[in-house]
Every structure is written in structure tokens, then in C-alpha cells.
């Protein structure tokens, strides 16, 4: 039976990833999705998107990809001087990229929905309507949410003083079931109507996926499989 197979976060890791689907085995017919971040902080970052284009394998784009895209723009207009301020490993993916690798990028939706499946990079808000005119705020929610305050407001990743609620915790589902990545787990985060892979490959955890059947365009949500593989390495950054 042919199946929708979203993987985590890769950041790099290219050599888990092949290792990854080795185990899953993916056939002709199965879908692959990245939930974005395949680029940066790992070792291997443009030779993992050049994988995923070469195995027909899509993505959503994540707030890795989104920087890369607006660096490397910024870097065409304002020449080597602003390499200086970049760090490394961010100057690395920017003086590499060729044309097609660019173009690829920007490319990449917001979302991918598949029958009742939704696959994005960070998180949805309730009330948020995923559509091609959704406005450039709402494009950077969906790549950055994570935790709101008490007053659900969406803060940054460094703010742990006001976490309150993580927003898969609180998902009403109207936007179809969610597969996304983003912030790292120790493991897998299900909820009633969104599931977290990230599993922090790049920091030394796990790269996962998760994989569902799909026959006559129905995704079938209840008889998922988790798959993961541990980091080579303690840890990449």
C-alpha cells in the first residue's frame, strides 16, 4: 500500500537521513515530505537539498530556508562586505548555492495538505486560514510558532520565562491533522490533532519520520508507523 512519509527536521544530517530511509524502504509510489529545516547546522546542508531534489522528495519550507533565501539575496545586492557579519556556517550555505539551488528554495510552500494531512514547518494558529494569499506574517508564524504566553501570544524560543502553552497542545484540527518539526523533542509529541517529529538529530537525538498509508487519496491517520534513527554524533553544533 503506497504511504505519505513526512520526515523531521535533517538540518544537514545528511548520512541519518539515507540511513533513515534505508530502513523505511520507500517505493514508487509512496510521498515523501520533508516538514522543513533540511538546510543548515549539520554537516551536509546543500547536499541534503540537492538529495531531496534528486529522490523527488518535497518539503515545506522552514525558517532555515527562509533565512538562507533572504542571505543570500542580501549578499547578491550588498557584495563580500556583508559576508563579514554572516557566521560561519550560514557564509558556507551562501557562497555555495547555485542558481537552480536558489531557485528550488524559493519554490517551497507553507504547507502541504494531503487529504485530511497537513504537513508544516513550525505551527498553525486556530482562526488561521492556510491559503497561496496568506501574508508575509502569517508565512513567518507558520515557520517560527512554538509557545504562547498567558495572553496566547505567540513569543520567541528564548523566552522561557513566559512559556505557557505549547500550540499543538491547544490545535482545534480545522486546518487538517499536522505533521510538523521545528522545535526538538526527546521524542515523538502527539496530541489529538498534530503530531511533532523533531526529534533533535542535529543535536545528538534522533532523526525520525513517520509514515501513513494512503489509498484511493485517503490518508489513513489512526495506522501511522514511527521510524527513527539515532545521531551519528553526540552532537553537530
Not at 520533508?34 to 529522490?55: A, E, Q, W
Request: hydrophobic share 35%; with cysteine.
Amino acid at each position: 500500500m503506497p504511504r505519505i512519509i513526512v520526515y523531521g527536521d535533517i538540518h544537514g544530517c545528511l548520512d541519518e537521513l539515507k540511513q533513515l530511509r534505508a530502513d523505511i524502504n520507500p517505493q514508487k509510489k509512496d510521498i515523501e515530505i520533508s516538514v522543513g529545516d533540511f538546510l543548515n547546522k549539520g554537516p551536509y546542508s546543500l547536499k541534503t537539498l540537492r538529495y531531496l531534489k534528486k529522490n523527488k522528495m518535497l518539503s515545506v519550507m522552514g525558517n532555515n530556508e527562509a533565512k538562507i533565501i533572504k542571505l543570500y539575496h542580501k549578499y547578491q545586492k550588498e557584495g563580500k562586505k556583508y559576508l563579514a557579519t554572516l557566521r560561519n556556517s550560514d557564509k558556507k550555505t551562501v557562497l555555495e548555492l547555485e542558481a537552480e539551488d536558489v531557485a528550488y528554495l524559493e519554490s517551497l510552500p507553507y504547507f502541504i495538505k494531503i487529504d485530511t494531512l497537513t504537513v508544516v514547518h513550525g505551527g498553525v494558529e486556530n482562526g488561521m486560514k492556510l491559503s497561496n494569499k496568506m501574508s508575509e506574517k502569517e508565512k513567518k508564524l507558520i515557520t517560527q510558532l512554538r509557545f504562547y504566553n498567558k495572553q496566547h501570544e505567540p513569543i520567541p524560543y528564548d523566552d522561557f520565562e513566559h512559556r505557557d502553552v505549547f500550540w499543538s497542545e491547544e490545535y482545534d484540527g480545522k486546518e487538517g491533522f499536522i505533521i510538523f518539526g521545528h522545535h526538538p523533542f526527546s521524542e515523538v509529541k502527539i496530541e489529538k490533532n498534530a503530531i511533532g517529529i523533531d526529534t533533535g538529530c542535529v543535536y545528538g537525538g534522533a532523526l525520525t519520520a513517520i509514515a501513513f498509508p494512503y489509498e484511493n487519496k485517503k490518508v489513513d491517520l489512526k495506522n501511522y508507523t514511527l521510524h527513527s534513527v539515532k545521531a551519528i554524533k553526540k552532537h553537530y553544533t
